[in-house]
């Protein structure tokens, strides 16, 4: 399972998506109310000069009008200027050949933007054809500089900006609280479903473990009741069926007291693990090893198996001496029990980013369809021949929590025929 982000990249991630969403569109939406009001607002200009021209042209006592930024021209239909009201008559060219002129004489309304030689700027003409009696009398021009436009265009997009920063503003903060609370009911929704599907996994298991120990102390009792029973019927009287069925109660009355032993084991292991508990002392590695090897010595001496141990006599490690050493037990009687007569079973630690701890037999070694499953609890490749053999079906997983509460982790290779090695892998330093 990939691991979620932290909190906070998250609610930054969702907060820039969301913001750079709403400056494109606040940008898309400022470059349409631009072009918009552009031609809005030349379009009105245009009506005024047009509004202005018709009020010219009808007007004799132009010398007495104050036009202010509006420039008026009065044309004659040969081009000549007979009127103007920013220029002196004597120093105005013939203005026939003007393209706005030009539409006005062809008796068309003449709109043209261009440099004007006269003013030295860049103007917006308007010309007007007046006629009387059905001939063209004058042109009427009205103009006005385009930086005049340019201005209120210019104030209408700065205030434009500034209202389009406030919204990237505001609607960032808004954002950013609503990505937080986003990201707050995502994470509460994520967290209901990990513990549900915990639940879910601990309900499960709750199942297969009370299903396992039914079937692992069943099977012990039975026995033992069975056995107590033909000894009530009469079996008691012959002695020598009398001491065999005795002998039959008592294995499997510690074969009982083995599995209980090893669930009270597991579980204050797993208790500690849970609560960090675990009190860990730094010691040398050898002899706690060297202390497994000799409590498993008598049970390999009955099969005449070697135990080798190669470890570093200078090796420490911050542990649970007891732990481990149980730990390194139970793999070392595992590999025993497994092994043939005459054979070999080494424990190795080898020293890198980690301290593994290696047991190793030259079996029969296991399939590798049963080694994920090998840690589980009651987990048996065979269970005639393990319940034969004296095992519980706990002590891998007895191994697994003892190398988890001290930060590690364990590990199995095998090869059908060659032997198998078990591995705790603990940390130098217990993070």
Same mark, same amino acid.
């Given at each position: 399972m990939v691991p979620n982000p932290p909190k906070k990249t998250r609610i930054w991630t969702i907060f820039f998506t969301q913001l750079i969403i709403i400056v494109v569109t606040i940008i898309a939406v400022i470059l349409m109310a631009n072009q918009s009001f552009k031609s809005f607002y030349i379009d009105r200009t245009t009506n005024e000069l047009r509004s202005v021209a018709q009020l010219i042209s009808h007007s004799t006592?132009?010398?007495?009008?104050s036009f202010g930024r509006l420039r008026i021209t009065i044309i004659a239909p040969n081009g000549v200027v007979t009127f103007d009201s920013a220029e002196f008559l004597e120093n105005m060219e013939n203005h026939l050949h003007r393209p706005e002129v030009q539409s006005a004489i062809n008796g068309q309304e003449g709109i043209q933007t261009r440099y004007s030689d006269t003013l030295k700027e860049t103007m917006l003409y308007l010309t007007a054809p007046v006629y009387q009696d059905g001939t063209l009398a004058k042109i009427v021009r009205v103009s006005v500089p385009i930086t005049d436009i340019h201005k209120v265009?210019?104030?209408?997009?700065?205030?434009?900006?500034i209202g389009g920063l406030l919204i990237v503003i505001l609607s960032g903060s808004v954002t950013f609280f609503m990505s937080r609370r986003m990201i707050d009911a995502l994470q509460r929704r994520h967290e209901n479903e990990v513990l549900v599907s915990k639940l879910k996994k601990l309900e499960k298991m709750r199942k297969e473990f009370v299903g396992n120990v039914s079937h692992e102390l069943r099977t012990p009792i039975t026995l033992i009741k069975g056995f107590i029973e033909t000894l009530q019927d009469g079996a008691s009287e012959n002695p020598a069926d009398s001491k065999k069925f005795l002998g039959i109660i008592h294995t499997h009355s510690e074969r009982l007291t083995g599995i209980i032993d090893d669930l009270l084991t597991l579980s204050k292991i797993e208790m500690e693990e849970d609560n960090t508990t675990l009190e860990l002392i730094e010691v040398k590695l050898k002899p706690v090893l060297a202390?497994?090897?000799?409590?498993?010595t008598p049970k390999a001496s009955e099969k005449?198996? @070697?135990? +080798? /141990?190669?470890c570093s006599a200078d090796l420490k490690i911050r542990m649970a001496p007891p732990l481990i050493e149980q730990a390194v037990v139970n793999l070392i009687d595992n590999a025993i029990k497994f092994s043939p007569k005459n054979s070999t079973v080494s424990c190795i630690v080898a020293q890198e980013k980690s301290i593994t701890i290696e047991v190793k037999d030259t079996?029969?070694?296991?399939? @590798?369809? +049963? /080694?994920p499953r090998l840690f589980q609890r009651f987990y048996r490749v065979d269970n005639a021949?393990?319940?034969?053999?004296?095992?519980?079906?706990?002590?891998?997983?007895?191994v697994k929590h003892i190398a988890q509460a001290h930060g590690g982790s364990v590990r199995v290779k095998s090869t059908v025929g060659l032997g198998s090695s078990f591995f705790i892998e603990l940390p130098l330093q217990r993070i």
């Open positions: 006592q132009l010398e007495s009008h265009l210019n104030r209408f997009y700065f205030n434009l900006s202390r497994a090897i000799q409590i498993c005449n198996v @070697s135990l +080798h /141990l190669t079996g029969a070694g296991i399939e @590798s369809e +049963h /080694l021949r393990s319940r034969n053999q004296g095992g519980t079906g706990l002590g891998l997983a007895i």
